[in-house]
């Protein structure tokens, strides 16, 4: 027993051995169209580190006109999009994007940039940079190649991020209205929601907390126009019944929710 672990040891060491000795050195290629196609063997393989040195190695060499240059920017930013670097990512689409315009994967660039970028904003509660700069990029695709057929993947895309933005505007307004006790300040995030992002499901959450802040100050007329404007778009939603009960029905709703009273300036978030 004691020789077979002795043994099992010394395969597991030689093992160890063999796969850590580099075996994707550039220097063993010689032409451009060799390390090409090495590099690709490794992006098949799945070996994302070897196959970042191939194809950036050929970014610097290969000469502007060659048509493996735009290739080698895809599977470059690709490499690293699988390795979780997504701003390194989005930096190489947007080079193949910016210098190959009319290569046949400058849309489908576009569209990975931003989704790079997408990526990079984790959480609708943290800096919202990355968000708005993917959905620069994502506007950026559609004013380039309008009838791109990517067109609708990156307008869904854009919608699925306006909805954070609304969910952070909420989360900023329902910390005034829990924390703060301060309900004209949380109204104005969730009527901000309402003016930018109506169409999100997050205008829903709004619109509830908006009949419940004007409840709250004895703004009774607001409170009935919100509610009507919530019945009309969302007939038979329960929430809306129950946060609109004991409110008065109007017979039509009015697109300016502000209230009669004029609000605070609109707080920072906290």
């Known amino acids: 027993m004691p020789s077979f672990s002795w043994r099992l040891a010394a ?16 220097k063993n290629f010689t032409s451009n169209e060799s390390l090409y196609t090495a590099s690709m063997a490794e992006f098949r393989r799945k070996h994302w580190d070897n196959a970042i040195t191939g194809f950036e190695k050929l970014t610097t060499d290969l000469p502007p006109r060659d048509t493996l240059l735009p290739r080698s920017y895809w599977y470059l930013a690709s490499s690293h999009y699988r390795q979780n670097e997504f701003l390194l990512a989005a930096q190489s689409f947007g080079r193949l994007l910016e210098s190959f315009p009319e290569d046949s994967l400058a849309d489908d660039a576009g569209l990975e940039a931003a989704r790079s970028y997408k990526r990079l904003w984790r959480k609708p509660q943290l800096d919202a940079l990355y968000g708005e700069t993917a959905v620069a990029s994502y506007n950026t695709l559609i004013g380039l190649y309008p009838d791109s057929p990517l067109i609708p993947v990156a307008q869904k895309e854009i919608a699925e991020l306006e909805d954070w933005f609304a969910r952070k505007d ?42 419940e802040g004007y409840k709250a100050v004895r703004y009774r007329d607001d409170a009935a126009e919100m509610c009507a404007q919530l019945r009309e778009r969302y007939p038979n939603d329960r929430e809306v019944a129950d946060v609109c009960r004991g409110v008065a029905v109007v017979a039509t709703a009015k697109t300016d929710t502000t209230p009669a009273a004029v609000p605070p300036t609109k707080p920072p978030p906290p």
Do not use: E, S, W
């Open 170 to 211: 909420y989360d900023t307004g329902l910390f005034y209205f829990k924390v703060r006790k301060c309900y004209d300040c949380g109204m104005n995030y969730f009527k901000d929601i309402l003016t930018k992002y109506a169409t999100t499901p997050t205008a829903h959450d709004a619109g509830l907390r908006l009949v």
């Open 11 to 26: 395969i597991l060491a030689l093992t160890g051995v063999a796969a850590c000795r580099p075996d994707f050195q550039l």
